[in-house]
């Protein structure tokens, strides 16, 4: 396998506009991926993700660089790097959603990448990218319902 990138689609029932606001801003993270989110949602914007809970040793902060922030079409950034680190090719990896209109709807086509970039030795490579394949396969389809439930509370 060569561990170079993961892609997944999603469909969701919801205008590309309010897809965009849930994947961007830091208060909607909260409800379908992280336990936590702190971030500036503009390109160069810094912060950080929360996986567990936050007064605990064994929670994962996780920070992240906003790269790319086109209202109703893309948002993506740079995260998994060291603490005090500026994210670069060689020290983080990329999340890009793409959003594309579908009828109603809006198709989100996500690609992580940057998995063979980090120089990790083989074992880590594969642990590292099965883990975030996981990781996509559970939340991708949380981001789906969350958005629903948005919706239909509007």
């Not at 950034?77 to 209109?101: I, K, M, Q």
Request: no cysteine.
């Amino acid at each position: 396998m060569e561990y170079g990138s993961i892609e997944r689609e999603i469909h969701i029932e919801a205008s590309p506009e309010v897809v965009f606001e849930v994947i961007s801003r830091p208060e909607h993270i909260r409800e379908w991926w992280s336990d936590d989110a702190e971030f500036d949602s503009a390109v160069g914007g810094n912060g950080e993700l929360v996986f567990g809970d936050r007064a605990t040793a064994e929670a994962n902060v996780v920070p992240l660089t906003v790269v790319n922030a086109e209202p109703h079409r893309l948002f993506s950034f740079r995260w998994a790097y060291g603490s005090g680190e500026v994210a670069a090719p060689s020290n983080s990896l990329l999340v890009t959603f793409e959003l594309v209109p579908a009828g109603a709807g809006t198709v989100v086509r996500l690609t992580e990448t940057g998995f063979r970039e980090q120089g990790w030795e083989a074992a880590v490579l594969e642990a590292q990218y099965n883990d975030h394949i996981a990781g996509w396969d559970f939340f991708l389809p949380r981001l789906g319902e969350y958005v629903a439930k948005l919706v239909s509370s509007r």
